[in-house]
């Protein structure tokens, strides 16, 4: 029964943006993974959602700002369970250009669980399909 | 003997679980056409079954701040609201409707149940997206209710003057007239009223260039903001039956003519007329169209579908002769 769940719940995954003090040059290339019709995230049955209580998988970008954190923290817990987190960018990764910035106290994986990383400045759409298409088979297995 | 036919009416056949997976059909044929408009794969056509079948099985959160009550209840509300709904409207050759006299304002009534439900949950939520978006949804029903309830005196008007008497409202006195003179869209005289309420097909539903409610850019979903798990699945389907009750609404009013006696050519046909409604008057607009202001929409409802109704209501009326 729970592998038969799986089967179908695979194919609808709704994802949420969260930029965390990003450039916004992840944002942009997230808006266009899904919203352009070159790369279609829709066939993965994927979705873009307006509020965080009907996402599934959440894209964060952004190098976690110390003004944003408690924001980000409070939007991510918004998120109803089973959820998956992926990190768009170097910057939640490592802060990348930002790094040891005083403006920022930690990595994304320091308060919140990353399922996967898409490294890049900016990651290329493709990187980002790859990256939703592996949280998939994580947030799969949660079910 | 009554309460089974009416429950099996509401609950099987039309309404309940024929009128949810013809909803769902309908609903992955607009996605895909949608996404084939813009020239992408697209998701299966399944996708709303899977879409539901995913909300089921996620965690429903419940924010501090709402009205638990109405805040569970709200959903059930459209919902029913719509099954009962479709269960009012013949389907030509298969079945013949409820009630007798009078349903047509009864439809109308439980068409803006789903607004209601939305609005009541919105406002039980205690966010202040959704109670933005409650008060657009408000605004919005009070620019759509008066073209719909002016098409649906103009075709009750149509059918009574034809009949010697002065309006008729009953669904299946409208669909016998049609069956016995021919549809009503073969009327010059009635085109108007048809273009009109296409045109408040997607008002009514909340679909693009009007979904000002849910703005999901500005907005965050507005009512539906604080919903998910089973909350969410209920106002997703109730949005899809709603698609189904309007278009299956339009057949019935305009061009509810059967093929041949046989029930399943017959069903067949009235999903093909259901089908073609939904992309004329949905998919095609909303591939095409950007999002209206309110102000906006609300002007376009008072001034361009209520003046093509008033056109067809003129001519009825000036076209009338005493049967002698």
């Known amino acids: 029964m729970s592998e038969f769940i799986q089967n179908i719940v695979k194919k609808s995954p709704w994802i949420y943006r969260i930029n965390a003090g990003s450039c916004n040059g992840c944002d942009v290339e997230m808006a266009t993974t899904a919203l352009i019709p070159r790369y279609d995230v829709e066939r993965l049955g994927c979705k873009y959602c307006g509020s965080p209580k009907h996402a599934d998988i959440v894209l964060i970008s952004g190098p976690i700002t110390a003004v944003v954190k408690d924001k980000m923290l409070r939007v991510y817990n918004e998120i109803p369970n089973p959820k998956v987190v992926v990190a768009v960018g170097i910057c939640p990764i490592s802060g990348g250009v930002f790094r040891e910035s005083y403006s920022i106290d930690n990595q994304l994986d320091a308060y919140i669980p990353v399922d996967v990383n898409v490294p890049g400045c900016p990651p290329r759409p493709q990187a980002i399909i790859d990256g939703i298409a592996k949280a998939i088979e994580i947030w799969k297995s949660k079910f | 003997m009554d309460i089974l036919k009416l429950l099996v009416n509401i609950l099987l056949f039309p309404g309940g679980l024929f009128a949810i997976l013809l909803a769902l059909f309908l609903l992955g044929i607009d996605r895909k056409l949608y996404a084939r408009l813009q020239r992408r794969v697209g998701p299966p056509i399944h996708q709303p079954l899977l879409d539901l079948i995913k909300l089921t099985q996620k965690e429903t959160l419940i924010p501090r701040t709402a009205n638990m009550t109405a805040f569970r209840l709200a959903p059930l509300l459209g919902f029913a609201g719509m099954l009962a709904a479709f269960a009012l409207i013949p389907i030509t050759g298969i079945y013949s409707g409820l009630y007798q ?17 939305l609005m009541i949950g919105a406002s039980a939520s205690g966010s202040p997206y959704s109670s933005v978006g409650a008060s657009r ?14 098409v649906f005196l103009t075709v009750g008007m149509r059918v009574g003057l034809a009949g010697g008497k002065f309006a008729v409202l009953s669904m299946s006195g409208i669909v016998n007239y049609q069956l016995q003179n021919g549809s009503l869209l073969l009327d010059l005289r009635m085109l108007p009223a048809f273009l009109a309420f296409l045109c408040c097909i997607p008002g009514t539903l909340g679909v693009v260039p009007f979904d000002i409610p849910e703005a999901e850019t500005e907005l965050a979903e507005g009512p539906l903001l604080e919903y998910s798990g089973s909350g969410l699945a209920m106002f997703k389907m109730t949005g899809g039956l709603k698609m189904l009750v309007l278009s299956a609404l339009a057949v019935a009013l305009f061009f509810p003519t059967g093929i041949g006696s046989f029930w399943l050519v017959n069903l067949l046909w009235f999903i093909v007329k259901c089908l073609i409604i939904c992309v004329f008057s949905i998919t095609l607009v909303r591939a095409t169209r950007a999002r209206m202001r309110l102000d906006q929409a609300y002007k376009f409802f008072l001034i361009y579908p209520t003046s093509l109704t008033l056109i067809s209501l003129v001519l009825i009326l000036l076209t009338f002769r005493m049967p002698s």
């Open chain 2, 101 to 117: 006299s009078g349903d047509l304002l009864v439809l109308l009534y439980l068409l803006s149940t789903p607004a209601l439900a």
């Open chain 2, 137 to 150: 949804e408000m605004t919005m029903v009070l620019a759509y209710e008066v073209p719909l309830l002016i």
